[in-house]
């Protein structure tokens, strides 16, 4: 019976099974590689031979590390500084790491700053002592808006007439502030003021971009 079937295949010219099955590997077809299809190990070889001809892109510098804080102010000027963000926001994600700004995040790391942006009046021991804080852990430290550079207008108590000082001295003493509140660079060295109530957000990229160029070296 099976010495018929054999002879039947060879008079169709069918192919015998031992050689259909050469054509497999492990139930896949076999691939024809050509030169546009090449095998996989010549494309790695290839790509090495590439990378080795192209020289590696310059490492990116490390990004800025910045810190904003506020103090006794209204913070208009964090409000001034987002919006300057939200226009610069493609570069200034490659140029600066926010480590310290509680307007963009909740995690805030205190540790080293390239520049350390200071809002705000200062008007008690606690916040006196923080800013020199900060001092010691900036390379750059600017003053941003009236209130930190001449202690106006969050400071308007330093122009009471003493009966008024009289008035208030309750709450100068409850919330443990300072006789006379303070501008910040009478509390420690500042590198650079951005005047104005609020900043002017064109005076305060100036600064930014100059401050960049002085830390970077270019
Ligand atoms: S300078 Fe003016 S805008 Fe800025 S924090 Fe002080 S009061 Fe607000």
Redesign the pocket.
């Known amino acids: 019976m099976k010495k018929k079937k054999l002879k039947s295949r060879k008079r169709k010219g069918a192919k015998p099974r031992a050689i259909a099955a050469k054509r497999v590997v492990k139930g896949r077809p076999t691939v024809r590689r050509t030169a546009k299809n090449p095998p996989v190990r010549a494309l790695a070889v290839r790509s090495a031979q590439a990378s080795a001809i192209i020289p590696a892109a310059p490492p990116l510098p490390p990004k800025l590390k910045i810190g904003w804080f506020?103090f006794s102010?209204?913070?208009?000027?964090t409000v001034v500084m987002t919006e300057v963000m939200n226009d610069h926001w493609q570069e200034w994600k490659r140029l600066f790491d926010f480590r310290h700004a509680r307007v963009l995040k909740s995690r805030n790391v205190m540790d080293a700053f390239d520049i350390a942006f200071i809002?705000?009046?200062i008007a008690s021991e606690h916040q006196a002592a923080s800013v020199r804080d900060i001092r010691q852990r900036s390379k750059k430290l600017v003053a941003?808006?009236?209130?930190?550079c001449i202690g106006l207008?969050?400071g308007q108590r330093n122009t009471f007439t003493p009966e008024q000082q009289a008035e208030i001295a309750p709450l100068v003493a409850r919330f443990s502030a300072l006789p006379k509140v303070l501008k910040v660079s009478d509390v420690v060295k500042v590198d650079a003021e951005i005047p104005?109530?609020?900043?002017d957000p064109n005076t305060f990229l100036a600064k930014v971009n100059a401050l960049v160029k002085e830390l970077r070296g270019v």
């Open positions: 506020s102010c209204c913070e208009d000027n809002e705000g009046a941003v808006g009236a209130c930190a207008p969050a104005g109530c609020p900043m």
